[in-house]
């Protein structure tokens, strides 16, 4: 248990700066790349703006981690031509 205690606090650390995590509902690496999943889909689904630096930061966290792999990267490609304009509905 101590070890995987000590890999999400690491992995927590490295979360992208800005990333909606919540101490209370996000308790493991899986939850910690759901939320990142979560970012890069608001942003395909033009819900709000997030810059590409952001969402490779957030596409390298779930690499890294390995969870929702597949997905992350369909909606990452997904998401290139939302431009800050289509979000500003």
């Known amino acids: 248990m101590n070890k995987k205690l000590n890999q999400f606090e690491k992995a927590l650390d490295q979360l992208p700066e800005g990333?909606?995590?919540d101490a209370y509902s996000h308790k493991t690496l899986?939850?910690?790349c759901w939320v990142c999943l979560h970012e890069l889909d608001l942003h395909a689904e033009?819900?709000?703006f997030v810059p590409v630096a952001l969402r490779?930061?957030?596409l390298a966290f779930i690499r890294k981690h390995g969870f929702y792999l597949t997905q992350a990267?369909?909606?990452f490609a997904q998401g290139k031509n939302v431009s800050k304009s289509d979000c500003e509905a």
């Open 46 to 48: 033009s819900e709000y």
């Open 30 to 32: 899986e939850d910690l």
């Open 56 to 58: 490779r930061k957030y």
């Open 19 to 21: 990333t909606g995590f």
């Open 73 to 75: 990267v369909e909606v």
